[in-house]
């Protein structure tokens, strides 16, 4: 018999499902849709009492619909009345339609509670199961203060069943991960490593992901569950096949348990203890001895649970990297998997090399299968294992082979996906440089990269070429050739072109002795491409022809010409006819001399990080980064190749609108359209990088950039901020609730709430005369860069406020970026037809984004120490404006949203904190140190933050606290 | 951690759509079809992981699949599970819907979305493995289906014309494929 009964259905259920399953079109579908949630909509208002069985039928109903992509906005007090049925059946569809609906954010929460409360301690092993379960799916924080100190007594009672330790251990893994601090372990920790030892192999398996998230953040209150995992493991690994009963899955004993195990081990050191180390390295000889036997069944399941096991032991002698005889084991059984017939374990063994490539004791045994990894990345069907493939050859890649490599890996690029193209090209680039002997393999590599992948080098590519080719004078003449001859194709790509303009700017000379390469011929061959390039190229081609000019003097002439015709000089993008106007009048009215100064050779780049590989590494970070930079680029690279079939106005706009708004799109008063934060590597902003190193070549593009915005004359509508602004602004920022502002008609309230980087603010607008405000609008906005850092959501207000009356209004706020200027908030109402207008701050400061760091005084002192550079830090010494009480400043400290720290600073007196700043893009560190003089009156504040920014907005902000 | 499970049929029609992590619901459906078309136009003996779509996060996150018969299984997950590991896991959970639908097929998913839901839930819970073993997850499901059989009373009656409705859409009759250990009904359906 079937363990569900497919008979004891919901008859209404399935006929709305065939009903459905019926309909011959998409608008078909949905008007059955629209017409059911009619129905149960008015079921659930109407006056007729519903019971529990027709309340299930619907919220099932609703769970259908819900799966079929439509909006559920309703339903949910049905679903939370089920909850406290005494039928199982109903509870549990309550349940199930709050874990799938219900985010953690929502209203409901409180009366979800009082339902968990009750089923957890009803005593009945299945409603417990239930409530856990729901706790665990929704995890709110709510959920967690509401439970977090019941859950751990329920997981390690003795009377606790099984099945009900296994949901109460996954369950508090749930809270901790989103309140770690409320979930206080102390007095659990050894009881809860010691579930380990559980008879009942479920309960180890779900207590194994608790333990292991515990022991990730705190590794030395949970060490002692090395030793009970290496027991429990060896206990399983030399088990016989049978011995575990239903934990042995196709002849393979829990191969679960043991993945979760090894993986657990990954967490500490090689264990210290010679007698726990020594079993923990007969388990992993096994488990590679029995690789090599016979398998026990031919199943594939049998071969993945073997392997699965296999897998994770081998990460674990990685993760030691110190024996090196289980590595040189574990590379040979990889170096087996490479030539497996099955995908997947080509694919891992791929993946588990590129760790195992790191390690001094294997490096060399991973490149003896240097062949069979460029034969995977030339002849995979599957674009994942080619993806593994390129990675490991990236991985393993040394002085000794990096021309094979390379050579390998460009000729694959020539067909490789589009998906991986940008990082492959970046891979190449990078290796290139590192392991270059002679700098003219490099070059030719580069050229070689942009002529095969145009499209993909990104800018950090050709820009760094230039960076190498300007600090070594030894390749600059092989460069300067390599690029002349790489211009003469018919069809090169813009960035050879970028590249070509740059060299032959400065290095040109260098070949010009030969008549084939003579000024003339090297200028022509450049201007034969000018039209077809986008506007960031044709401005720096032009800076390439200044530079000729004194390169050159015989072909000034020429040179002037160009500049003067009405296609350069009365261009309608400003920065190429402001560059046509300069250059040329710089060529017409300086001396030589004073051209030979201001057009002189580039001085080489101070040395620092690739911005290649910072970019690579950025890639790896974040995911959503990399594929907008990625479509960015596209996106150019497309608009830059169509640029020739369109007249030079079109594609300046074009160029205009997909890269960083240039000055252009100011005049037209676009800037706006422009997208706001676009990716900080797009063409205009690094040419004026290139040029700004270089000083006195490129005087007008950073320049104009803000003049047309700062002068624009300010718009009338919204009032400026009232003079108290500011203050006001202050009396919030280690506060949230209160009232912003007064005066006789109007009185404002705050209450807001942050997490993480988001926030939301309630504002209470009270009326406090007795008449009516009429066109009550309000209007919150970001001024300048604090678009592009803040976002700020509201709805508008209610445009009539009685006399007396209080309306509200809820703003949503998102942490983008960190920033130092306040929202404003403007309201505008007509009090006895008399317009008022004012505009406040609204106070939302960086600190509300702090996340509390406890730390202990060794890490506070390391941290500290690593953020010293200059930049970093920000001090000030102030005059006390507030009483010096402890307690007060203690609040105030608290208030800020860092974490007060005790016993840190040698000096009770003194006061320090730890935070960090959540921002949609990144998460800044922050240090704090107080340091009042309580004769003096005076205070000194440091901070040190991992952004400089941030460092002096906070200690701006404070000075003012205190 | 295992942060989303998908089952969608071979039109990329979903079946069952579990989020680990909060997702809005047109986030929830737009992750469902980006997943559909990276699985889709993957052929059956490439490999079964692949890096995760841009939607659910990076480069951290993987698409661990299985492809049975009309539908796929599809586990995203984090770089803290063992990608073989996972694909067992997926096999188990295919397997214990196979012992008690008795050879679960689509419709079996179509018409008891709840049950394949509570099922589900005794073998992940928020994301984390809470059971492995199939008799003991089988039993758990047995535990529940006599609650519900003795709360059964009066409403279970007119639940009977399930099944009667169940074989109205079939055009024809279904014909077994086998695929591992497990049968797989395939009716083939028009797809709505």
Known sequence: ?962 | MIKAILIFNNHGKPRLIRFYQYFAEDMQQQIVRETFHLVSKRDDNVCNFLEGGSLIGGSDYKLIYRHYATLYFVFCVDSSESELGILDLIQVFVETLDKCFENVCELDLIFHMDKVHYILQEVVMGGMVLETNMNEIVAQVEVQNRMEKSEGGLSAAPARAVSAVKNMNLPEIPRNINIGDINIKVPSLSPF
């Not at chain 1, 026990?296 to 994770?312: C, D, G, R, T, W």
């Not at chain 1, 600059?476 to 194709?489: H, R």
């Not at chain 1, 740059?502 to 003339?520: H, K």
Request: glycine share 4%.
């Open chain 1, 1 to 962: 018999m079937p363990a569900v009964s497919k008979g004891d259905g919901m008859r209404g259920l399935a006929v709305f499902i065939s009903d459905i399953r019926n309909c011959k079109s998409k608008e078909a579908e949905i008007k059955r849709i629209n017409k059911e949630l009619a129905n149960i909509r008015s079921k659930f208002k109407g006056d007729k009492a519903l019971d529990g069985y027709s309340k299930k039928k619907y919220v099932c109903k609703l769970l259908f619909i819900f799966l079929l992509g439509h909006d559920i906005d309703f339903g949910h007090m049905e679903a939370v009345n089920l909850l406290s049925s005494n039928k199982y059946t109903e509870k549990q569809i309550g349940y199930l339609f709050i874990s799938v609906l219900v985010n953690s954010n929502s209203e409901l929460i409180r009366l979800i509670n009082n339902a968990i409360k009750n089923d957890l301690s009803s005593r009945n092993p299945t409603f417990m199961c239930l409530a856990l379960h729901c706790i665990a799916n929704v995890g709110s924080r709510e959920m967690a203060e509401a439970f977090a100190s019941e859950i751990p007594r329920i997981l390690v009672a003795g009377d606790t069943m099984d099945s009900v330790k296994q949901s109460a251990a996954l369950c508090l893994l749930r809270l901790y991960k989103t309140s770690p601090d409320l979930v206080l372990m102390g007095e659990w920790t050894s009881r809860v490593v010691h579930l380990l030892n559980d008879q009942h192999m479920g309960v180890v398996t779900a207590a194994i992901s608790l333990i292991t998230c515990l022991s990730q953040k705190n590794p030395d209150e949970f060490k002692t569950c090395v030793s009970l995992a290496v027991s429990r493991l060896s206990r399983i690994v030399s088990s016989a096949s049978t011995d575990l009963q239903d934990y042995t899955y196709y002849f393979v004993p829990a191969p679960w348990l043991s993945c979760k195990l090894l993986r657990l081990l990954q967490c500490y050191p090689p264990p210290e203890d010679g007698a726990v180390k020594g079993r923990l390295v007969e388990c992993l000889e096994t488990i590679l001895n029995k690789a090599q036997e016979p398998p026990k069944s031919k199943k594939v399941q049998h071969s993945n649970a073997k392997n699965a096991i296999l897998f994770e032991a081998i990460s674990l002698i990685i993760h030691y990297d110190s024996e090196p005889n289980l590595l040189v084991r574990a590379c040979n059984q990889l170096g087996q998997f490479l030539q497996h017939r099955e995908t997947n374990l080509r694919y891992l063994a791929l993946e588990s090399m590129c760790t195992l490539a790191s390690s001094e004791f294997s490096h060399e045994a991973v490149k003896t299968h240097i062949e069979t990894v460029i034969n995977a990345l030339k002849t995979e069907r599957d674009v994942s294992v080619r993806q593994r493939a390129a990675d490991l050859l990236y991985a393993m890649c040394d002085r000794s082979n990096a021309k094979q490599i390379v050579a390998e890996m460009l000729s694959y690029l020539e067909t490789a996906d589009y998906s991986i193209r940008e990082e492959m090209v970046l891979k190449v680039a990078i290796l290139a440089e590192k392991y270059a002997i002679d700098y003219s393999w490099y070059v030719d590599t580069i050229l070689n990269l942009i002529r095969i992948a145009g499209d993909y080098v990104s800018e950090e590519v050709w820009y760094r070429v230039i960076q190498i080719v300007i600090n070594r004078d030894d390749v600059q003449g092989y460069a300067a050739k390599t690029v002349f001859e790489a211009l003469q194709a018919p069809a090169c790509h813009e960035n050879m072109v970028k590249v070509g303009g740059y060299i032959l700017g400065e290095f040109g000379n260098l070949i010009a002795g030969d008549p084939r390469s003579s000024p003339l011929v090297q200028f022509n061959l450049l201007h034969s491409k000018f039209h077809l390039c986008s506007v960031p190229t044709r401005a720096l081609l032009l800076s390439a022809y200044i530079k000729f000019i004194n390169l050159f003097p015989e072909t000034k002439a020429t040179i002037q010409e160009v500049l003067r015709c009405d296609s350069q000089i009365r261009n309608s993008d400003v920065e190429l006819q402001q560059r046509a106007v300069e250059y040329l009048k710089l060529s017409s009215i300086a001396s030589t001399d004073v051209l030979a100064t201001v057009l002189e050779e580039m001085p080489p780049f101070p040395e620092r990080e690739s911005s290649i590989l910072a970019k690579l590494k950025k890639k790896k970070g974040p995911g959503a980064v990399s594929v907008t930079e990625l479509e960015d680029s596209k996106r150019e690279g497309g608009e830059l190749n169509g640029g020739g079939d369109r007249g030079p106005d079109t594609a300046a706009m074009a160029a205009s609108n997909t890269s960083t708004p240039s000055p252009s799109a100011d005049l037209l008063g676009i800037r706006s359209a422009a997208p706001v934060g676009a990716a900080p590597s797009s063409a205009g902003s690094l040419l004026v990088d290139v040029f700004s190193e270089a000083g006195p070549t490129a005087p007008s593009a950073a320049v104009n950039d803000d003049g047309f915005l700062s002068s624009a004359p300010p718009s009338e509508d919204p009032a400026p901020p009232l003079s108290e602004a500011d203050e006001l602004l202050n009396k919030f920022v280690c506060k949230n609730n209160g009232v912003l502002f007064e005066n006789q008609l109007l009185q404002i309230g705050i209450k807001s709430e942050y997490r993480q980087n988001l926030g939301r603010m309630y504002l209470f607008y009270g009326n406090k005369t007795s008449v009516q405000f009429a066109s009550f609008t309000t209007t919150v906005s970001c001024p300048g860069e604090l678009q592009s850092q803040l976002n700020v959501q509201t709805k508008p207000v209610e445009p009539l406020v009685e006399g007396g009356a209080q309306i509200q209004q809820v703003l949503n706020i998102e942490c983008l970026s960190d920033f130092s200027e306040a929202p404003l908030l403007n309201i505008k109402f007509r009090y006895g037809g008399a317009l008022q207008n004012l505009t406040l701050k609204l106070p939302v400061t960086i600190n509300k984004f702090f996340q509390p760091t406890e730390m202990s005084s060794h890490d506070f002192f390391q941290r500290w120490k690593q953020l010293s550079q200059p930049q970093q830090e920000a001090q000030k010494i102030f005059k006390a404006n507030h009483s010096m009480d402890t307690e007060v400043l203690k609040a105030k400290l608290l208030g800020l949203g860092t974490a007060l720290l005790d016993n840190v600073d040698p000096n009770p007196e003194n006061y320090v904190c730890a935070g960090v700043i959540q921002t949609k893009s990144q998460q800044v560190g922050c240090l704090l140190r107080l340091e009042p003089n309580a004769q003096a009156q005076m205070y000194r504040l440091t901070l040190r933050c991992s952004k400089d920014s941030v460092s002096r907005r906070l200690c701006e902000l404070l000075a003012q606290q205190f």
